[in-house]
């Protein structure tokens, strides 16, 4: 059979369940909503990262082509015309060649032809520039020392060699410096300065960089709402599970309730039972659960001892079950072997209701009722303080019963005759506070602590 304990335990774990259910489930749910919450940040700010990155990557992309259609176009119509061996030169066909390149190009505003000094070699704004020398910027610099093409969108607010081009109104243009190489195409010997109308660019870069946003806002917010949906049907599953465990628990509860009930109700039956052996022992375990509770209440104990108590002297003598009739209902002194038995009945009767959880606060005080304070007692020899206090009354109100009590081998003793058996056994058999407290209930107690003859 499972033990008092093991099923206490299990007991109280189910309880626990049981009134703690609607609590763990709103701490579960508040748990999924902040996970709701969270991943909709997260998500936001992955959607932003990666449409912040998806465009930077398309304006860049967009701005490359963009530098790379202009140089080759401009390279294969300008490069024929203004390169001889390894030099730049100018010739009368470039002006009418470049004007055609203008026309082919309507979003290209102007083009200069650099010299590896710096020198302008060509423009088609404000010509009275041509074969001055200009400092190199680092993109103009970086087109001819390094060979390779370098292209932005640049606002047109500049001064110096690129004031004339901030003069023609454009917000902002697509500058490109494309090296300009020599005959054989081994190395840098100039370069071009194209500056072309950045608004169609833009607008290009503008309805592809929403479409990005668009689509990345429609897959994050797909996932966030797959995601809703899949914490919203756990959180349904969470509810119908805690639902149907607190049922279980609640069965389960009344059913332990039900089944406490009848044992103690078959305890019950029992211990009457153990009364009814010895006619004169009848109504034994009444009058030692009003005696001690009326020394547990002097003593101050708190409800629920005071309920251990009251089923500790209920089922003190539970155990005598075990003892045989003709030992118990013997008319004469017990032999050596006899009282031996007997001496066995706390343990028995601790054993008999270990297997009952509402009487397992009591099982102690059972076992231990036969203790004497000076450790003479039986069945653990304990003494003093170690007995516990619930035993040491149980004790008392036991040998009180039982001295003035009528038995067929001895008279009952007279009231004042048990007083002083009682006092004269404080600090010895009896704990000295219980003798005190039970001495302080005689006055309110006295018609009552003697069996009616």
Same mark, same amino acid.
């Given at each position: 059979?499972?033990?008092?304990?093991?099923?206490?335990?299990?007991?109280?774990?189910?309880?626990?369940?049981?009134?703690?259910?609607?609590?763990?489930?709103?701490?579960?749910?508040?748990?999924?909503?902040?996970?709701?919450?969270?991943?909709?940040?997260?998500?936001?700010?992955?959607?932003?990262?990666?449409?912040?990155?998806?465009?930077?990557?398309?304006?860049?992309?967009?701005?490359?082509?963009?530098?790379?259609?202009?140089?080759?176009? +401009?390279?294969?119509?300008?490069?024929?015309?203004?390169?001889?061996?390894?030099?730049?030169?100018?010739?009368?066909?470039?002006?009418?060649?470049?004007?055609?390149?203008?026309?082919?190009?309507?979003?290209?505003?102007?083009?200069?032809?650099?010299?590896?000094?710096?020198?302008?070699?060509?423009?088609?704004?404000? #010509?009275?520039?041509?074969?001055?020398?200009?400092?190199?910027? /680092?993109? @103009?610099?970086?087109?001819?020392?390094?060979?390779?093409?370098?292209?932005?969108?640049?606002?047109?607010?500049?001064?110096?060699? /690129?004031?004339?081009?901030?003069?023609?109104?454009?917000? &902002? @243009?697509?500058?490109?410096?494309?090296?300009?190489?020599?005959?054989?195409?081994?190395?840098?010997?100039?370069?071009?300065?194209?500056?072309?109308?950045?608004?169609?660019?833009?607008?290009?870069?503008?309805?592809?960089?929403?479409?990005?946003?668009?689509?990345?806002?429609?897959?994050?917010?797909?996932?966030? @709402?797959?995601?809703?949906?899949?914490?919203?049907?756990?959180?349904?599953?969470? #509810?119908?599970?805690? +639902?149907?465990?607190? =049922?279980?628990?609640?069965?389960?509860?009344?059913?332990?309730?039900?089944?406490?009930?009848?044992?103690?109700?078959?305890?019950?039956? !029992?211990? %009457?039972?153990? =009364?009814?052996?010895?006619?004169?022992?009848?109504?034994?375990?009444?009058?030692?659960?009003?005696?001690?509770?009326?020394?547990?209440?002097?003593?101050?104990?708190?409800?629920?001892? !005071?309920?251990?108590?009251? !089923?500790?002297?209920?089922? &003190?003598?539970?155990?005598? $079950? #075990?003892?045989?009739?003709?030992?118990?209902?013997?008319?004469?002194? $017990?032999?050596?072997?006899?009282?031996?038995?007997?001496?066995? &009945?706390?343990? =028995?009767?601790?054993?008999?209701?270990?297997?009952?959880?509402?009487?397992?606060?009591?099982?102690?005080?059972?076992?231990?009722?036969?203790?004497?304070?000076?450790?003479?007692?039986?069945? /653990?020899? !304990?003494?003093?303080?170690?007995?516990?206090?619930?035993?040491?009354?149980?004790?008392?109100?036991?040998?009180? =019963?039982?001295?003035?009590? /009528?038995?067929?081998?001895?008279? %009952?003793?007279?009231?004042?005759?048990?007083?002083?058996?009682? #006092?004269?056994?404080?600090?010895?058999?009896?704990?000295?506070?219980?003798?005190?407290?039970?001495?302080?209930?005689?006055?309110?107690?006295?018609?009552?602590?003697?069996?009616?003859?």
């Amino acid at each position: 059979m499972t033990s008092a304990r093991a099923r206490v335990a299990y007991l109280a774990a189910v309880m626990m369940r049981h009134h703690g259910g609607d609590r763990r489930l709103e701490g579960s749910l508040t748990q999924l909503r902040l996970f709701v919450v969270a991943s909709a940040v997260i998500l936001v700010a992955g959607a932003a990262l990666l449409g912040s990155a998806l465009a930077r990557t398309l304006r860049g992309e967009a701005v490359d082509l963009k530098q790379q259609s202009l140089a080759q176009y +401009v390279d294969g119509v300008l490069g024929p015309v203004v390169v001889r061996g390894n030099k730049v030169v100018t010739t009368r066909w470039l002006s009418a060649t470049i004007s055609r390149v203008l026309r082919n190009q309507p979003d290209v505003v102007s083009v200069k032809v650099w010299r590896p000094d710096g020198v302008l070699a060509f423009t088609t704004l404000q #010509r009275t520039r041509i074969g001055h020398r200009f400092p190199l910027d /680092d993109e @103009l610099g970086e087109a001819i020392h390094e060979n390779r093409a370098v292209a932005g969108i640049v606002g047109a607010g500049a001064n110096g060699e /690129d004031a004339a081009e901030a003069r023609l109104g454009f917000t &902002h @243009l697509i500058q490109v410096y494309a090296p300009l190489e020599n005959a054989t195409h081994t190395r840098a010997i100039g370069a071009y300065e194209i500056y072309a109308n950045a608004a169609p660019l833009e607008s290009l870069i503008a309805s592809r960089v929403h479409m990005i946003w668009f689509t990345v806002a429609a897959v994050f917010g797909l996932l966030w @709402l797959a995601l809703v949906l899949l914490v919203r049907r756990a959180s349904r599953t969470l #509810r119908r599970r805690t +639902v149907q465990l607190r =049922d279980r628990s609640t069965r389960l509860l009344e059913s332990y309730r039900l089944l406490e009930q009848s044992a103690l109700e078959a305890i019950e039956t !029992l211990n %009457a039972a153990v =009364d009814a052996k010895d006619p004169y022992t009848a109504g034994h375990s009444q009058r030692v659960r009003d005696v001690a509770l009326a020394i547990g209440d002097a003593l101050g104990l708190p409800r629920d001892r !005071l309920g251990a108590l009251k !089923l500790a002297g209920l089922f &003190h003598d539970i155990g005598k $079950l #075990r003892v045989p009739d003709a030992v118990l209902t013997k008319p004469g002194p $017990l032999t050596r072997d006899e009282f031996e038995l007997v001496k066995r &009945h706390p343990e =028995d009767g601790a054993e008999i209701v270990s297997h009952l959880g509402r009487l397992h606060d009591a099982l102690p005080f059972i076992r231990h009722h036969h203790e004497r304070w000076d450790g003479g007692g039986y069945p /653990d020899g !304990l003494a003093g303080a170690a007995i516990p206090l619930e035993a040491s009354i149980v004790g008392l109100a036991d040998a009180w =019963d039982a001295m003035t009590t /009528d038995r067929p081998y001895s008279r %009952a003793l007279t009231f004042e005759e048990a007083v002083k058996e009682i #006092r004269n056994a404080r600090g010895t058999q009896f704990s000295p506070s219980v003798v005190d407290a039970f001495l302080s209930t005689i006055p309110v107690r006295e018609p009552d602590l003697v069996p009616a003859g």
